[in-house]
């Protein structure tokens, strides 16, 4: 099952209008894109997601969904969208987003995401999705409350709730879309003013479960957010990492062999490979490489093979950790060069299929990646024709906090 996720951009922003010279905090430009594109290229990152709902205010909406089109053009996300328009209240947009998916076969789950947190990771929709693959009817991340918190009323405080059971909710939420949009009707029959959607969810008596939010999933709401979107000080000097990984081929009857992938990208024809996750030799060298950069060991740490959940385990998800923990270290990826040695198979029909998911995955232009490919001219056990390796380096520059806002 795959969740189609609903990208709520339709909010008009009134608090930061005077900040932002009137324009609405989605459409900032952060890093050379509208905030709201940032988000898209997150869930863009997850296997599971199958597409997405841009829901942009009425008057946006043909603009919007033009740039879209310059934008994926640009830098792909690889997933079919569509752009609809939104309504008065969040709950309206939400609705309306959740008409859209009437038809759409593979929609059994849905996530709802603000654009005002355009710093939630691809580790996070992954948990949630995690939750909702295991039979949640809904998923919310949330983090433990710091402050103690005060019911008031006419200023007179009426209770103190016990602050270990309180946590602060976050986007994206997941929920399976049909009792949800069931429920987002009766909302509107009702009459109903809920600040998220797992609140209507609750109220039509549905269970909904929590996991665990980042901290680093901050919302743009006050003028004082905008900071977050600023240049801040920090180390410019470059950081190089360097990543090699090791597969042997098997026969196809072999207990773990799996077939050949480089880069996400199928090989057909090709020897099959032992390895305990799918085998992606090049994705396993590349998010080493990442790892290096920021000091986080290697993947062998973070997925272990002696980790029954690894079987067989999409070596995206992988790459998308190792991004994600150098997200952490607040580090940019700014190229990555790698290569291949092989005797077998040919490299050089799959390479720009290659290239073009590596620049979808690493959410990089594509002129930034360089993939070669070479034999080692008969030596070794890749001469012999029983393995194949990868090599990857990459290149990182310390980013601060975030840039480039618009005025």
């Not at 309306?96 to 603000?114: E, F, N, S």
């Not at 490979?273 to 080493?288: E, W, Y």
């Not at 890749?382 to 990857?392: D, L, R, S, Y």
Request: net charge negative; hydrophobic share 45%.
């Amino acid at each position: 099952m795959r969740a189609w996720t609903i990208v709520l951009a339709a909010g008009e922003g009134s608090r930061l209008a005077t900040a932002t010279g009137g324009m609405a905090k989605q459409f900032l430009l952060w890093q050379g894109f509208p905030l709201y594109w940032h988000s898209a290229l997150t869930f863009s990152r997850c296997a599971r997601v199958a597409g997405l709902v841009f829901v942009f205010p009425e008057s946006c909406l043909e603009r919007e969904n033009s740039r879209l089109h310059e934008l994926d053009a640009a830098c792909s996300l690889g997933l079919p969208w569509l752009a609809v328009s939104g309504g008065i209240l969040r709950q309206d947009s939400v609705r309306q987003g959740l008409d859209a998916l009437q038809h759409k076969a593979d929609a059994a789950w849905v996530l709802i995401h603000d654009t005002a947190r355009p710093f939630a990771s691809p580790t996070l929709v992954n948990r949630v999705l995690d939750r909702l693959e295991a039979g949640a009817w809904g998923v919310i991340p949330g983090i433990p409350v710091t402050d103690t918190i005060k019911i008031v009323q006419h200023d007179l405080v009426e209770a103190t709730p016990e602050r270990s059971l309180l946590r602060a909710v976050q986007t994206p939420q997941g929920f399976r879309t049909a009792p949800l949009a069931a429920a987002h009707r009766r909302a509107r029959d009702e009459n109903w003013l809920v600040t998220d959607d797992a609140a209507i969810l609750e109220r039509c008596g549905h269970p909904v479960q929590v996991v665990d939010g980042e901290p680093e999933n901050r919302k743009i709401t006050h003028p004082g957010d905008l900071d977050m979107l600023r240049p801040q000080a920090g180390d410019n000097q470059p950081h190089v990492g360097f990543g090699y990984d090791v597969h042997r081929y098997v026969d196809e009857d072999t207990p773990q062999a799996r077939p050949l992938r480089l880069g996400g990208v199928p090989v057909p024809h090709a020897p099959r490979v032992l390895a305990h996750s799918d085998g992606d030799v090049l994705l396993h060298a590349l998010a080493d490489a990442l790892l290096g950069c920021c000091g986080e060991g290697d993947i062998g740490l973070l997925f272990p093979d002696t980790n029954p959940a690894c079987a067989n385990l999409n070596s995206a998800v992988i790459l998308a950790e190792a991004l994600d923990r150098l997200r952490r270290h607040n580090l940019e990826l700014t190229h990555a060069d790698l290569t291949i040695i092989a005797q077998i198979p040919k490299i050089a029909p799959h390479r720009e299929a290659i290239e073009r998911n590596l620049a979808r995955l690493l959410d990089l232009d594509a002129g930034r990646i360089n993939v070669k490919a070479t034999t080692e001219e008969g030596l070794g056990f890749t001469g012999a024709k029983e393995g194949i390796k990868a090599v990857a380096v990459v290149t990182t520059v310390h980013c601060g906090t975030i840039k480039n806002v618009a005025s």
